[in-house]
């Protein structure tokens, strides 16, 4: 089940640099073993800033509840999360 | 080149049913042809919405605006597009 | 798995009156199938709006999609979906 | 009588882990506390969130004032009231 | 139990004015009645707007929702209803 | 001339608690002042939120502007001023 | 006393062309009679905009609203007002 | 050439007394320097804010520039610009 | 002097075709008028939406609005203007 | 390929003045060189902001992305990103 989901990440000024590397190596790990598992399905920058759009394919709502709270990033993130359906008119049999 | 376009279609209440159908016909057939050539890479559909959500991968930002303005149900549409660009964590050497 | 669904109805001026009734009547009748069937598990009218607050227990977002677009008086709805989960403080074991 | 209440929570960075914590066991058990009551009659997670949409059913708007002034997280809170009523298409006797 | 409920009204260019005039005059008799009654305890004109802020006493949420949904210009209406309750610094004993 | 005045105070977490409690004593005795001159003519709580909607009665809006400025939690307040009249359709006397 | 007046004026394309001009007509005549009697003190035009940005200076909000309302283009107009007052490091007495 | 420059101003909480004295001070004497040079036409205070209203006339966009930019306190303020031009139905020469 | 002008255009669906079409062209043989003389001198399309962004280099903003008023398509627009100057760090000389 | 970019900087209140000219002097530097590339094609100030509207001309959104992200002043920055492209009507071959 596919959501799209929004991410802005906001570190503030003056945050402990290496406490922020740590985080951000930790929040890379994270998102590779999910990717490997096909639930972080895909990971777009957004041009110009320090956002990315996802699409995460879940097996339920509480799932991805727990993914998103468990981020490393997450104390930092202001995240919108939108529902999907594949569509209609997709040729692809996997598009998800 | 990757851009996010965000599409709510509006088809007015006692729009022409017969010319309303011709048009998402022509639209869907417009949709898959360029599916087909790899440049409408992603599309979904938004839960609860006459909308999609999908991805573009153009040449440039020409291109992209004359298939947006040539797609038949464009009147109908009010679109948001955001310009992306490939994330440096993710594993996959094609995930346009 | 559950989704907040809001939705707003605007029905034009001078819209006709017996098509008018016949809608809501379809509309009562598929919520109340659905209602019975345990998928829109609550409903709720919001004061002074032609509108309510309603709770999704479905299968998947693609369910939800359909049941939303079938609804009679769908063309008149503005809708807005919200993804939930339980909570973990919540004390019933069938709070959905 | 019936109120929707969405509530946004945000622990500002770097607030006192064991305060914090201290604060979000006493918000517990005064839900529970509610919920046994039947005052605070559903909560739902949002997903993506540090936020919930409940429903409580109150005497009086100065009841359900005093009850959110006195959460032991509200000067942590957004808070957004919308007072309900029973659907009248509702087959449930008890839908609050 | 009180509301503060701000009305606009907008009338579209070209209404019938015959009839027009007759839901002004159904809409302030009926206004009249429930000053009188002292459900509609407040009403005041917003400086160059067809507007009111007006202040209902009532016995619940569905009593204030009857009332609303059945004012004569109803359907010309955007409504905003904001719970209220009484202050407690204030010195007047009815001052609802 | 009425005024109705919307205000929304915001004290940060963290401010010293016994000067709080100075200043909120000191604004109660001002709007026992002001309530006991007729100048602020009605005030109550919005639920859920440390606001109140106020409605004054002034001899001009320089007053109401010294008035306001000069409440002990100006500095912590968020205003919202919209000019009143009395509306036409009253049957009371003195409905300021 | 100051109040500023914002007026959009959006009179609908197809809208009778001798009924737009005897309108504007109108509003011109009403316009000059205010400017002379100093009520309507101040009038700008909104580059780009049909619009403009007004100060009235008037005896009380009732009369402003009447003004605002008897306007021959006021079913055309959306209006935004905003108390003002004088500012006490103007060096000009009559800075109205 | 005129200009609408409407001014915030937020002057944080715990900001040094003297240091805020001797800003506004300063802010005061360019003020009345701008004002007596004919630059600043024009300034009301917003009822209950800490907020101006003001028109410019000058010979450029860059001198409006430099002169904003130079304001004690500038630092302080959010500003919002509108070009304005003079209106034909005007019977003042010199309503600037 | 420069303004950035963000212009977006739309035409209403079932609007004449001809008259459309004969306002396109006058809107572009005055664009083009009015780029040969160096007061609009720069427009670009923005992807996807039928609307430019627009500098114009303009002796007086009474000079800008006239412009603006007069383009064909006019009516059709909705337009905000935002007043430019030169960069100090720009090196061209004629960066306008 | 073009891009408008709308960049208004933040620097915080109490910042250290001699960092903050030594970022400006870097920004400056770094925004010479991509001008001289011709990558940074417009820069222009927004009155009374510290703002610039921009025009870059870019070979790809990743190469846009790394330029805005690698700003000395990018942490001070909000950045919003619209892609633009030639326009049909003009006659300049190089307005880009």
Chains 1, 2, 3, 4, 5, 6, 7, 8, 9, 10 share one sequence.
Not at 23 to 38: D, H, P, S, T
Not at 57 to 69: A, R
Request: with cysteine.
């Amino acid at each position: 089940m596919l959501f799209m989901v929004e991410m802005q990440v906001n570190i503030p000024l003056g945050f402990d640099a290496e406490e922020g590397a740590r985080l951000k190596l930790a929040e890379k790990m994270r998102f590779q073993e999910l990717q490997a598992a096909g639930t972080w399905r895909h990971i777009w920058r957004v041009v110009g800033q320090y956002a990315n759009v996802s699409v995460f394919d879940v097996e339920s709502t509480s799932q991805l509840h727990d993914i998103l709270m468990g981020l490393p990033l997450y104390p930092f993130m202001t995240i919108k999360v939108t529902p999907l359906c594949r569509h209609p008119s997709s040729m692809h049999e996997d598009d998800r």
